[in-house]
């Protein structure tokens, strides 16, 4: 398949798919989660098993009303509990995806999280992938981790790079390539990232990382604009045209990404990595298409069987 | 005065203001730096000193022919020595400016460093400001550090504070409005840099750090977006109105500068600060319009004596 160039044909590929996933959603109290939910229900990507506390069910109540034959409410003492119900949900198969709504994110990640109960799958690793639909770029850019690992060891590293593969392929891509961001070319051990990267390019080249490219240190320019490579006298498959970005810490991933949506007029999609499932967790500042395309995402990731 | 909202308006204040400063140039023997002499020579902004190695004298011989009133050359046996020269027409008072031509950036840093014999007074913090011009930004944003602290300890952190706003106030800003970069809200002690920003916070509040507005930590977004903010219940003078980005760590500076270059379409400048001048040292990957931009802003921030 050729690889998917737009948030809006990540959508069309759903639909063309028949691909429906049923969304457990704990508490879409709120105007933003409504907005998601009500848009994916009439592009028929998704079904809907929503849990809220007793206290703030009327948003819940107006969607099944709606929408009976795909909106089913459950409800539970509190918001915590709402949190363990709809991971549950997941766990028993009634659920494809987690998604937050206006729930503390600590709080949500703690069912999520939980030993035995949760959605991480023992030595299991919990990451985050963003998807970013950039105007000045010639394709979609995935890059992690914006979200949830400070500094990535070098097993962090392995599984972000596997997941966010995996998410790679799932949208046609064959062999992703994958850019390991610092902010110049040179492996120093002042930058301890820098000799994860020297080690996890040798394990690609032993094939061990499974069917990628993989190229770096560099700085982000330089993996995706192929005019700052050749200035520099760097070729390879990867300089000016990467799939993958991975970030040496949250703080790059995190500006990366509220750089691009800012200044770099881009739509963002973003989710959680490393559980059984996808999970979903818009930020506050994240715009209302880009809280829908996180969910359109997680919808093509699907679960690791499909 | 008003301040400055353009790159162009920063031109043409040099040039209303009859400001020519006196640029000494290492090894000015690229096609880059000499675009950048001719465009300065012919906007009446600089005059030249150039020093060159001996068997490199031709752009800076025809640059001589052109103007030989503005352009004077100077030669020495190696780079090494041209860049020892250089800093040593800084030092007498003959050079307002040090500008990198074609010399590895560390061989002039090792001049500009030597003790005794350098730019750095005793003491000195040597850092990296950059200004960018940024279409979806109402004003210019200066940011520090992409290129030369990899960590800012505390004292450093003072440093880059207490430069970039001197070159602020020469923009035309009252108190420049400086915010903490971090990818959340909280200070952590788990993230060394939110300890230091609280501090930092607490001497500004004591006005030691003279007459700014300082907050954070807070993302990229909630700096430069008041939407951000009121989303997240945050309200300061900084919080979507910054002047100035402070980063926590020198992946995260050059991320930003990377990404609002490649895919903000802005235009950047940048220089050292902390030197007893401005010192010039453009990346190969920068765009001509930044190389002149970055020339232009030392050229403003001058001497500390004006």
Redo the contacts between chains.
């Keep these: 398949m050729e690889p998917i160039r737009s948030l809006s044909q990540l959508v069309n590929v759903l639909r063309s798919r028949c691909i429906r996933r049923r969304v457990a959603v704990v508490c879409p109290n709120d105007p933003h989660t409504e907005y998601v939910i009500i848009r994916s229900l009439r592009e028929e990507i998704a079904s809907y098993l929503l849990v809220t506390d007793e206290n703030h069910r009327t948003i819940a109540d107006r969607l099944h009303a709606a929408s009976p034959d795909f909106v089913r409410v459950y409800t539970a003492p509190t918001p915590d509990e709402a949190a363990a119900l709809a991971v549950e949900l997941v766990r028993t198969g009634e659920a494809d995806i987690l998604m937050k709504g206006l729930i503390n994110t600590d709080n949500l990640l703690r069912a999520v999280l939980k030993k035995g109960k949760g959605l991480l799958p023992e030595g299991g690793i919990l990451s985050h992938v963003s998807l970013a639909q950039?105007?000045?770029?010639h394709k979609l850019l995935f890059f992690s981790d914006?979200?949830v690992i400070?500094r990535p060891s070098l097993e962090q590293f392995r599984a972000m790079i596997k997941s966010d593969t995996q998410i790679c392929h799932r949208l046609g891509h064959e062999q992703p390539r994958i850019a390991l961001?610092?902010?110049s070319e040179k492996t120093n051990e002042?930058?301890p990232h820098t000799l994860s990267y020297a080690q996890l390019k040798e394990e690609a080249l032993q094939g061990r990382l499974g069917k990628i490219f993989i190229d770096g240190p560099m700085?982000?320019?330089?993996a995706?604009?192929r005019?700052?490579g050749e200035?520099?006298g760097l070729s390879s498959p990867v300089v000016g045209n990467a799939d993958i970005l991975i970030?040496?810490?949250?703080?790059?991933?995190?500006?990366?990404y509220?750089?691009?949506?800012?200044?770099?007029?881009?739509n963002m999609a973003g989710m959680l990595t490393g559980t059984i499932a996808p999970v979903v967790v818009p930020s506050?500042?994240d715009s209302g298409n880009s809280k829908f395309y996180s969910l359109a995402l997680a919808c093509l990731a699907g679960n690791q069987n499909d």
Tied chains: 1, 2.
């Design positions: 950039i105007p000045l770029y914006a979200a400070p961001i610092h902010c002042k930058f700085d982000a320019k330089t995706c604009d005019h700052s200035i520099k970030f040496p810490n949250i703080e790059s991933g995190n500006t990366f509220k750089t691009l949506s800012l200044f770099g007029d881009a506050r500042s």
